[in-house]
């Protein structure tokens, strides 16, 4: 009996907090996220669009940035059925604990190609800059207000 009851409320506990992460993912992407509107990869052009590029670089970037939205575009649709999916399960009056975590999975799956996908692309992009103008790119999105440290990130 005691262990049936651990079960329910470990199973109440990841409903709870999946359910909480749905939402603030569904949040910050409908805001944009901590990137602003089009996530980093929005960022990252909008912070190229102040860089001075000889015309063969920004054509070049425009380009990166063209793939790396139709690819983004194509998660879209398969993201959105997943938080559909997941929300149907923590909408069950007892919904699977196994069910739950492999539509997690699955989610956390698409937002790992949402990431790689912006992360080629500022590759890309910070191929065709000179030192200078990455280090303006990189100083833009806050690393250099933070704190750009060269030892690996560890406080002095």
């Known amino acids: 009996m005691q262990g049936s009851w651990r079960k ?13 992460m749905v939402a603030a993912s569904a949040m ?6 901590r990137h602003g509107p089009g996530g980093m990869l929005g960022g990252i052009e909008r912070g190229v669009d ?6 063969e670089n ?3 970037a425009d380009a990166i940035f063209d793939e790396a939205r139709t690819e983004l575009r194509a998660l879209r649709d398969p993201s ?14 007892s919904p699977s604990l196994e069910a739950v975590l492999a539509q997690a999975d699955a989610i956390g799956a698409l937002e790992l190609e949402v990431k790689k996908t912006e992360l080629e692309a500022m590759v890309k992009v910070r191929q ?6 990455w280090q303006q790119l990189h100083s833009q999105h806050g690393r250099g ?3 750009d440290r060269s030892d690996g990130g560890k406080p002095s």
């Open 80 to 93: 959105r059925t997943a938080h559909d999916k997941l929300r149907e399960l923590l909408d069950q009056q």
């Open 145 to 147: 207000r933070h704190g």
């Open 8 to 20: 329910r409320l470990a199973v109440i506990a990841v409903v709870l907090a999946t359910g909480a």
């Open 50 to 55: 102040r860089l001075e590029l000889t015309p």
């Open 128 to 133: 065709l800059l000179t030192a200078e103008q």
């Open 58 to 60: 920004r054509k070049a």
């Open 28 to 33: 910050a992407n409908r805001h944009g996220g």
